[in-house]
C-alpha cells in the first residue's frame, strides 16, 4: 500500500521560509514522477512544482525564483523548500506520486498524502 506523509508545515511571516518534506513507502514502480500541489480555501487544487522522470522540474509561475522542489530517491523523501513567502501561499499543501511517467511526463491516478497546513502572515 503506497503511503505518503507530508511535514514541515507552520506559520510563518511574510518573507520567511519553510521546508516541506514528503516521505514515501509502499511504491514498487521505477518511476520518479512526484509533485506538491495547493489548496487554499474556496479554491481549487494547483499544481506547484513537479518533478518528471527524466529529472525535469516544472513550477507554477505563482513560485518560480521563490520554491525548489528536490526529491532524495535513496531515501523516498520529496522536499519542497519556500522561500519569500507571501500570504498568497496560503494553503493546505500535499504531496503527490504519479502512477505513471515517462520522460518528461507524468500520468495516471496520484497517490495522495494528507496535507500539511502552511500559514503566511502579512
Known amino acids: 500500500q503506497v503511503q505518503l506523509v507530508e511535514s514541515g508545515g507552520g506559520s510563518v511571516q511574510a518573507g520567511g521560509s519553510l521546508r516541506l518534506s514528503c516521505a514515501v513507502s509502499?511504491?514498487?514502480?521505477?518511476?520518479?514522477?512526484m509533485g506538491w500541489f495547493r489548496q487554499a480555501p474556496g479554491k481549487e487544487r494547483e499544481g506547484v512544482a513537479t518533478?518528471?522522470?527524466?529529472?525535469?522540474?516544472t513550477y507554477a509561475d505563482s513560485v518560480k525564483g521563490r520554491f525548489t522542489i528536490s526529491q532524495d530517491n535513496a531515501k523516498n523523501i520529496l522536499y519542497l523548500q519556500m522561500n519569500s513567502l507571501k500570504p498568497e501561499d496560503t494553503a493546505m499543501y500535499y504531496c503527490?506520486?504519479?502512477?505513471?511517467?515517462?520522460?518528461?511526463?507524468?500520468?495516471?491516478?496520484?497517490?495522495w498524502g494528507q496535507g500539511t497546513q502552511v500559514t503566511v502572515s502579512s
Open positions: 509502499g511504491y514498487t514502480y521505477s518511476n520518479y514522477c
Open positions: 503527490a506520486k504519479y502512477r505513471y511517467g515517462t520522460g518528461d511526463f507524468c500520468y495516471g491516478d496520484k497517490y
Open positions: 518533478i518528471h522522470n527524466d529529472g525535469s522540474i
